[in-house]
């Protein structure tokens, strides 16, 4: 069940009280304090956002009503474009988040669990764009309108993939080299998304980096994104509270961290 606002703000004070200081103060990870300080904790707007935005904005007002789809590919409900693109895309400082990651990691592929209407895809996209990035989504009309937005963006690297994440990620899996970059974002249930990065640990490379949405949407999120951080394969955990970051990074401590982002 998604965890409510008193749920919500009992878990945000632990979080602080976890929490290092802004600006890097008492990260003694060199790795980490110069993630934190260049890509996590800087905002630089970049012209490459506006378009993005300027779709939001287009989706916002959007009234075409679409069928929903389950997890498990069957028809739900309908709703508007306009009140998904509301409750479902990332907001603009996750969207900048994710394109800083993108630049900073310079992954070799990228891997995204949840495509939508497209707002994460693009943000990752235009960071590099010479860097394939394949996406997963059930739902056939969400992606076709996200996918008409890569057209008009001219965002050639970006590959749809519609269907299950249990139908589409093993053999997206099998003919990649490695995931450089994963954004795990549906399909929220804690034990589906242990599953899911379970499929992905043979496939990652100390060098990549699995970012993980909305770990306090639920007890069951959190409780798999804590399993997950213990893990001994999983070498630096980084807690933002509404997404974590795994990294898998060889000879180094393990260490985890919270670390204040955006609006927390
Ligand atoms: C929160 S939205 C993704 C938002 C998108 N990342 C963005 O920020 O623009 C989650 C998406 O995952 C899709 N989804 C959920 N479970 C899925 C599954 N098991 N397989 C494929 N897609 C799934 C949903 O249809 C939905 O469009």
């Known amino acids: 069940m998604k965890t409510g606002i008193l749920g919500l703000s009992r878990r945000y004070l632990a979080f602080r009280r976890l929490c290092k200081p802004r600006h890097g103060f008492g990260i003694h990870s060199p790795f980490v304090f110069e993630l934190y300080t260049q890509a996590i904790d800087s905002d630089a707007k970049e012209p490459a956002f506006l378009p993005i935005e300027r779709y939001r904005q287009s989706l916002k007002r959007c009234a075409q009503r679409i069928d929903l789809v389950g997890a498990d590919g069957c028809s ?15 907001p603009p400082h996750l969207g900048r988040l994710l394109f800083r990651l993108c630049r900073y990691m310079q992954p070799q592929s990228i891997v995204e669990l949840g495509t939508s209407l497209g707002i994460s895809t693009l943000y990752m996209a235009v960071a590099t764009p010479d860097v394939p990035l394949h996406t997963i989504e059930v739902n056939a009309d969400v992606q076709q309108i996200a996918q008409n937005q890569f057209d008009t963006m001219g965002c050639g690297n970006v590959y749809t993939h519609c269907g299950t994440f249990a139908e589409h990620l093993p053999s997206l899996l099998q003919h990649l080299p490695s ?19 379970e499929a992905m640990l043979p496939h990652i490379t100390p060098s990549s980096m699995l970012v993980l949405d909305d770990i306090r949407w639920s007890d069951d999120m959190e409780a798999a994104w804590h399993v997950l951080c213990a893990d001994l394969r999983v070498s630096l955990s980084i ?4 997404c974590g970051i795994l990294l898998f990074r060889q000879g180094v401590a393990k260490q985890h961290f919270n670390l204040r982002f955006g609006p927390y």
């Open 239 to 242: 807690d933002l509270f509404r």
């Open 179 to 197: 995931v450089g970059l994963a954004f795990v974002d549906g399909h929220h249930q804690g034990e589906a998304m242990l599953r899911y990065v």
């Open 76 to 90: 739900q409900a309908t709703s508007e474009v306009r009140k998904i693109a509301r409750k479902a895309a990332i």
